[in-house]
């Protein structure tokens, strides 16, 4: 190496040593320098997706103590029943069968999709103040839809 290094004349070796200088620069930036700013973006990218969340979080928090602890809106005095046969219609869902057990509701439904089922479940919870306090689901043969054996629905 050091004879063909000596072979070159001084122009040579002046342009070997310049392209050798960028090369050390491209491999310090590329192995180096770059990994690591993309670390930093990256951190950076998830610092600010967690202070969204944080201060979602608090906003939430400072709804639920400003509803003195009960973010469930007041129920009406109908009865448990006609609140799901109502709501059920509303959101086009056909209910194959309720039955009442104690202070809750039992109800099956043959065939739902999945999606308006969470819907509607969730309209339920935030509307009527319901809770969901047993569910039993089968898959069917068309994909997003379920079968509903059972569901049981109760008062807080």
């Known amino acids: 190496m050091k004879a063909w290094w000596l072979g070159l004349n001084t122009r040579e070796q002046r342009l070997v040593g310049a392209l050798g200088g960028i090369v050390v620069i491209f491999l310090f930036y590329s192995l180096v320098w770059q990994p690591l700013n993309k670390k930093i973006i990256n951190a950076e990218k998830r610092v600010a997706r967690q202070h969204e969340l944080l201060v979602w979080v608090k906003q939430e928090v400072a709804r639920y103590q400003a509803n003195g602890g009960n973010s469930k809106q007041p129920r009406n005095n109908a009865s448990l029943s006609s609140i799901v046969n109502q709501a059920a219609s509303r959101s086009g869902i056909s209910i194959t069968r309720i039955q009442p057990q104690g202070d809750d509701l039992q109800i099956w439904i043959d065939n739902i999709a999945f999606n ?24 069917t043969d068309i994909d997003g839809e379920v079968r509903v054996r059972r569901l049981q629905l109760g008062n807080n």
Do not use: R, V
């Not at 819907?119 to 898959?139: V, Y």
């Open 116 to 139: 308006s089922l969470l819907q509607w479940l969730a309209q339920l919870s935030e509307k009527h103040g319901l809770t969901i306090k047993n569910i039993d689901l089968d898959a």
